[in-house]
């Protein structure tokens, strides 16, 4: 029903920017929201940022350790979303993953769909 494909990571180094992107394709329903997670090795799955049209307006939401790096976006012509990454770290290093589902959520149990994960890796 719902394919997300990730793109975009790669190694780069502290400071620097990347930009992660996700194609979807499916039914926009179950697409209304998109979203970004990571995880690191030994630990859990982290929600990074997500974005959903409300009516006309489109909400936005980051976790407390990308706020003000990071920037969601939706081009909706592509059915794709962005995640840039400003100011990376090395604690950033991590697995990300593109998620979809009807409403935005913080928790990874509300996103019925992902992808298959893109590697970021931020050296010191």
């Known amino acids: 029903q719902v394919q997300l494909i990730e793109s975009g990571g790669g190694l780069v180094q502290t400071g620097d920017s990347l930009r992660l992107s996700c194609a979807a394709s499916?039914?926009?329903?179950?697409?209304?929201?998109l979203a970004w997670f990571r995880q690191a090795p030994g630990k859990e799955r982290e929600f990074v940022a997500a974005?959903?049209?409300?009516?006309?307006?489109?909400?936005?939401e980051y976790g407390s350790s990308v706020r003000g790096r990071f920037t969601i976006s939706r081009d909706n012509a592509k059915n794709t979303v962005y995640l840039q990454m400003n100011s990376l770290k090395p604690e950033d290093t991590a697995n990300y993953y593109c998620?979809?589902?009807?409403?935005?959520?913080?928790?990874?149990?509300?996103?019925?769909?992902w992808g298959q994960g893109t590697q970021v890796t931020v050296s010191s």
């Open positions: 998620a979809a589902a009807a409403r935005l959520s913080f928790e990874v149990d509300g996103y019925d769909y």
């Open positions: 499916g039914p926009s329903f179950l697409t209304k929201a």
């Open positions: 974005l959903a049209q409300v009516t006309t307006v489109e909400q936005q």
